[in-house]
């Protein structure tokens, strides 16, 4: 007789579920870090240098299992584009917008994984990814402005993000499998500091306002520290999660994200979404959804001894 208590075996899935929450309403201490005079490359490379810092702290005996591949700063490169893109995104646009375009990710990840993990492009992964894709130009059309297209650049940056995530995705499944002695603290770690060059580069072509100056910078100072932590410990949990969860299962749990998003944005930034904009966003819903199942319907085989270390690692190290 199973005499573990529901708290107990319950707790992987609530803690994803938290994680998704963090992430949910991290774009509202992002705009406030904007407010103070951060500009969205600052926060992004500041935040993110703090995490990784904060991971190499917390775990620093993963620092030993890292070995040179190209792998490592192509990984850090898309998960750069990642951050920024979301970053960048929800401080300047209307944060659901910029977060379904983000959630393109099944359309993106079905051709990515097609050419670099070399799995084969199924007709469901084809119509889910056309579901997807749908999603986004029913929210995006307007007979006013004709083709449905990404209307600002803050979405253009959501989008951008999303394939990013998805490459960034496809990438650790391949890092696993090519370095699986490499610990996912190590991958973490990677994904925050590749996102911290990145963005720092990129604040050199964004015109920059006025930094923070006098109890403003010590305000912005102890916020981007707090936002290292807690995404550091956040990415943490979530991986404990998702080793113990099955990855259909966690799949449907993250999409708790989008109603943590629209609370969030309704409440703190007035934003109420069409219907347009709902019916866009329950398509890409629905693909996001229908993706973990048929993952689960098409189980792939398990070829390495870096596939344990894959489905632990399928964790998202966003900002």
């Known amino acids: 007789m199973n005499t573990t208590s529901p708290w107990l075996r319950n707790w992987p899935v609530l803690a994803i579920m938290l994680g998704a929450s963090v992430w949910g309403m991290i774009w509202y201490p992002l705009r406030m870090l904007a407010a103070l005079g951060v500009s969205g490359t600052v926060a992004s490379a500041s935040t993110s240098a703090a995490a990784c810092l904060c991971v190499l702290l917390l775990r620093p005996r993963a620092i030993a299992t890292l070995r040179w591949h190209w792998l490592i700063p192509t990984l850090g490169f898309t998960a750069g584009i990642t951050n920024l893109g979301f970053v960048w995104g929800t401080i300047h646009g209307e944060v659901m917008r910029v977060l379904l375009l983000f959630y393109l990710t099944p359309a993106w990840t079905a051709l990515f994984a097609h050419f670099i993990l070399r799995e084969r492009l199924t007709w469901a992964g084809a119509g889910l990814a056309a579901l997807s894709l749908a999603g986004a130009m029913l929210m995006l059309w307007s007979p006013r402005l004709g083709m449905p297209m990404p209307g600002s650049l803050a979405e253009w940056a959501g989008l951008a993000a999303g394939m990013g995530f998805a490459m960034s995705n496809v990438l650790i499944v391949k890092t696993s499998r090519v370095l699986p002695d490499m610990k996912a603290e190590m991958r973490t770690a990677t994904i925050f500091g590749g996102a911290a060059i990145f963005s720092s580069c990129a604040s050199f072509f964004e015109a920059m306002p006025a930094p923070p100056a006098g109890a403003h ?5 102890l916020l981007v520290c707090a936002l290292g932590f807690v995404l550091a410990t956040n990415n943490m949990l979530v991986q404990y999660g998702l080793a113990r969860v099955p990855a259909n299962r966690a799949s449907i749990v993250m999409l708790f994200e989008i109603v943590v998003t629209a609370l969030s944005a ?10 347009r904009e709902w019916a866009g966003g329950a398509c890409i819903v629905l693909a996001s959804a229908l993706a973990s199942w048929v993952h689960r319907a098409r189980p792939e085989p398990l070829d390495g001894p870096g596939d344990e270390a894959e489905r632990r690692n399928r964790s998202r190290a966003m900002v």
């Open 217 to 221: 910078l010590a305000t912005a100072a």
């Open 266 to 275: 309704w409440l703190f930034a007035g934003e109420t979404p069409g219907p």
